[in-house]
């Protein structure tokens, strides 16, 4: 039986470039390809990408469920929100009603993000954090409210509820997480990134860059194409009826590798003085005062600074390899590119 599948977050920059290429992507066969919309324009946007829309009521559960269970829906894609559960355990529920009613093996894929397993998050860092360590479910229940930051406390539990919330209900989870995501998103919606944008929205409006962390962090990074290429190899190899890992085997991190921030700071530090954008070209260490004026710049305050533009991650990808996903990109490309990055968000920052 055909697989009918389920969008969220469409107008993103994941999910709108997820559905500008699945028309090339090459698919097994499947049903229909559904996107959520919540607005006119948004349904007339997906339409391009051959997505029938669908509006569901979000403050409705039922309303949700319904409208998973009414349409055969067997794979939802939860593009937007890392930190929701009760929208996830809705989907979850809804998943299981179809399983019951078809026989067919249903999947939610959440999407999450690397800074869940950072130590912004208390996350170890003290060595290469696999995404196939089998221990990493326990890992994340051990950090759960260990974190400076309530909100990150919550998408670790997030994670976490989605895997515990499948098992209970026999759906297949994955937890899908992006880290430094970067490149001209595709889709009709948003085509920036969030980290990126964050350093330049800061340097522009203190016209200078500014690191925020001591030493040489580092941190995962993924070119947009590449990041949408995991979520299609996923999909295929669901839809080939194929075993790969879910439930707490089955995370997932979209990176060929990682980068110093340092680099990722200078590479963007030149780009922005070539369009007098700061001063110059140097690299300078943020003090407390500086720290409040680019949460000034980036709308959070001071102590949230690091979260945008910087911190310690050491999560490691391994499951995409494992299920064949070959991104196109080294983790140089990100500075090698740079300009072309910082040209696109400050053509953004300025609409």
Not at 96 to 118: D, L
Not at 246 to 262: C, F, M, N, Q, T
Request: charged share 25%; net charge negative; glycine share 8%.
């Amino acid at each position: 039986m055909a697989h009918n599948i389920l969008i969220t977050g469409g107008s993103g920059y994941l999910g709108g470039t997820l559905l500008a290429r699945w028309k090339e992507a090459n698919l097994p066969p499947h049903g229909k390809v559904f996107a959520l919309v919540r607005s006119q324009h948004q349904e007339e946007a997906v339409k391009q990408y051959n997505a029938e829309p669908i509006s569901i009521n979000f403050d409705d559960a039922g309303a949700l469920e319904t409208a998973i269970i009414d349409n055969d829906i067997s794979i939802v894609f939860h593009l937007f929100n890392p930190t929701d559960t009760e929208y996830s355990v809705a989907f979850i529920k809804a998943l299981s009603e179809v399983k019951k009613r078809t026989g067919k093996e249903v999947h939610f894929v959440f999407t999450t993000g690397a800074k869940i397993f950072s130590n912004h998050v208390a996350a170890p860092t003290d060595k290469p954090l696999l995404d196939t360590d089998p221990a990493l479910f326990e890992i994340q229940k051990n950090m759960e409210n260990k974190g400076p930051h309530p909100r990150f406390n919550q998408a670790v539990k997030a994670n976490n509820i989605v895997i515990e919330t499948a098992e209970q209900y026999g759906v297949r989870s994955y937890i899908f997480a992006p880290c430094i995501v970067y490149g001209k998103g595709e889709g009709f919606g948003n085509p920036i990134s969030i980290q990126t944008v964050a350093i330049v929205q800061a340097a522009k409006a203190l016209r200078q860059v500014y690191k925020v962390d001591a030493g040489r962090p580092t941190w995962p990074v993924c070119h947009v194409l590449d990041n949408t290429g995991l979520y299609l190899q996923i999909l295929r190899k669901i839809l080939s009826g194929e075993e790969i890992g879910h439930g707490r085997s089955g995370y997932y991190l979209a990176s060929p590798g990682s980068i110093a921030w340092d680099d990722l700071y200078l590479a963007i530090a030149k780009a922005m003085k070539q369009r007098n954008a700061v001063d110059d070209i140097s690299v300078k260490e943020a003090d407390d005062d500086i720290l409040g004026k680019m949460g000034d710049a980036l709308k959070c305050p001071k102590d949230f600074v690091a979260v945008q533009v910087g911190g310690l991650c050491t999560f490691t990808a391994e499951n995409g390899k494992r299920i064949g996903w070959k991104p196109r990109y080294e983790p140089q490309h990100i500075l090698e590119t740079a300009d072309e990055e910082v040209e696109l968000i400050l053509k953004h920052l300025k609409d």
